[in-house]
């Protein structure tokens, strides 16, 4: 299974996927070792985990994007997010994310997606308006945002 964009590709993490793909530049944070051990448990989850960010012209990855878990009883997913910062400012986690609420809301599972940000993230600000993500609430210097299908 794999996504494309005009500029990146988007793959489901695996262990093969991380072997396939540069990630020299790429740091492997502690969400991804935990997403695989539950991967190993329960191979449904794919998809609806963590997916590679790559860079269709130099194979690297260049961030990860994804979904918190599968669609639960109300059809919603959170998603988040996170570009390496030598790629950030250039529309990577727009096009990405774009890319990704398309795919969850093809699956005919999912009628709902939600995210939620710092409320001093303007970065992720942008990008969540630019999908036309409604503020929900903010709580505790957060802010709720979510999209309907």
């Not at 960010?53 to 994804?66: C, E, P």
């Amino acid at each position: 299974m794999e996504l494309q964009t005009e500029r990146l590709k988007l793959t489901p993490c695996s262990d093969k996927a991380l072997s396939t793909y540069s990630t020299k530049e790429y740091e492997l944070r502690s969400h991804i070792g935990k997403y695989l051990k539950e991967l190993k448990k329960d191979k449904t989850l794919l998809g609806w985990g963590v997916w590679l960010v790559i860079d269709k012209q130099t194979n690297k990855i260049i961030g990860d994007i994804g979904f918190k878990g599968k669609p639960d009883l109300e059809k919603s997913v959170e998603v988040g997010y996170g570009i390496t910062p030598s790629e950030q400012n250039k529309g990577i986690a727009t096009e990405a994310l774009r890319c990704i609420i398309k795919w969850a809301f093809n699956s005919d599972i999912v009628n709902k997606i939600t995210a939620e940000c710092l409320n001093d993230n303007t970065p992720s600000i942008k990008v969540l308006e630019k999908l036309n993500m409604k503020k929900i609430h903010t709580d505790n210097n957060m802010i709720y945002w979510q999209l309907d299908k």
